[in-house]
């Protein structure tokens, strides 16, 4: 096992760049359009809406930018509470507060890892007042969409979705991203596709999206002189960075069946060993399955360490599971939702019981023999 291409490196999720991606770089260094937008980001973002069925994207830095305007158009204020998942990844919750708003968390559900409807229903009895609701598709698997999207409703406040991990995933049929008032999604380097960084913003309100372009370009009023009402922002995506994404768009179904084709197979793989469960699919849709996870039931005497430290004596990447927001020193006062109502929390569970398997599309069938024997292996199999 240790001659594998001298010790190869096995990646969690890196970059996959075919090729293409320099056709439409080259264009715009033959153009010198190499910034600031141009050809390639009007063209990236048509490209995006046809693929997903949004109505309108704006092309932006990083997702976390895509959060932030999707945050300050659902007209968040200060002091406002926007209810957001524990279980995610801090950029999801960040916005909220560079907005002066306060973060309210709600535990995820067992079945989908994400936002727990009935958690999300208790909230709003505690906090009628609170202003927008943002959700997230972990790993690339999304929620109970509709059961969340109705409480939102009900509510009057809009559902922001934080898709930057479930691009090309679907809920019913359709694209994730595309089914709230905001969806967003990232293009950074460990993601399905990368633009090296990037986001956008998807929304079928096309004059939203525009003032979204307002706010991404230091929020310059129309006028010959520089003039400025309100304060901005420098956020958008440059023409070389949106090249590179064009390039990867062309592949992204390809990359969606080798990372379903990576879960398949681990889950066949684990299949017989009872300890081990893999993270769950929502049978309403179809993840991208952007990363592969595990979780180990309690009573094992195996922990996520003790196979994280085996895969990487084999320099082997792998990496715990979002640590819940309201398990983070800076989200202390914070308040927050448990999925059942009582003292434990799904998230907290997950987080302790669970870690992401390398779920790189560039591992070969050998790289996955040996993960697997290896993970096999600290379960005694
Ligand atoms: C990656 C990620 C983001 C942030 O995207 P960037 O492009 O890195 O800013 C936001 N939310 C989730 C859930 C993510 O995984």
């Keep these: ?86 279980l995610t990844f801090s950029a999801t919750c960040n916005p909220i507060v560079y907005e002066k708003a306060v973060p309210v968390f709600i535990d995820c559900e067992p079945d989908t890892w994400n936002m727990s409807p009935q958690a999300l229903e208790r909230a709003f009895q505690k906090y009628p007042q609170a202003k927008a609701v943002i959700a997230v598709y972990l790993y690339g698997t999304p929620a109970r969409i509709d059961e969340l999207m109705e409480i939102c409703a009900k509510h009057q406040v809009p559902y922001i979705e934080d898709a930057a991990e479930s691009l090309g995933s679907r809920y019913k049929g359709k694209q994730t991203g595309t089914l709230g008032k905001f969806g967003i999604y990232s293009f950074n380097g460990n993601k399905i596709i990368t633009t090296s960084g990037g986001g956008m913003l998807v929304s079928s309100d096309g004059e939203a999206i525009e003032r979204a372009r307002f706010f991404a370009t230091q929020a310059r009023d129309k006028a010959r002189h520089y003039q400025h009402s309100q304060i901005g922002y420098n956020y958008r995506m440059s023409n070389v960075t949106a090249g590179i994404g064009r390039g990867q768009l062309l592949h992204l179904d390809e990359h969606i069946a080798l990372k379903r084709a990576i879960y398949d197979r681990y889950k066949e793989a684990f299949a017989d060993i009872e300890e081990i469960t893999m993270n769950p699919l929502n049978p309403d849709g179809e993840a991208n399955c952007w990363l592969s996870c595990m979780t180990i039931r309690e009573g094992s005497s195996v922990t996520p360490d003790m196979v994280m430290d085996r895969l990487a004596e084999h320099n082997m990447e792998s990496r715990p599971i979002w640590k819940p927001m309201h398990l983070q020193p800076v989200f202390e006062k914070n308040d927050f939702f448990t999925h059942d109502g009582g003292k434990d929390s799904v998230s907290g569970r997950v987080f302790e019981s669970g870690l992401c398997l390398p779920s790189d599309i560039k591992n070969t069938q050998e790289d996955m023999d040996q993960i697997i024997s290896l993970v096999r292996g600290v379960f005694g199999k």
């Design 1 to 86: 096992m240790e001659n594998r291409e001298q010790n190869k490196r096995i990646y969690l999720s890196s970059p996959t760049i075919h090729g293409e991606e320099q056709r439409f770089v080259k264009e715009a260094f033959d153009t010198n359009w190499v910034a600031p937008l141009g050809p390639n980001v009007d063209a990236f973002e048509r490209e995006i809406c046809e693929y997903t069925g949004a109505g309108y994207a704006a092309a932006l830095d990083s997702g976390t930018a895509a959060i932030h305007l999707a945050v300050k158009l659902a007209g968040v204020k200060e002091g406002d509470i926007v209810f957001a998942p524990s």
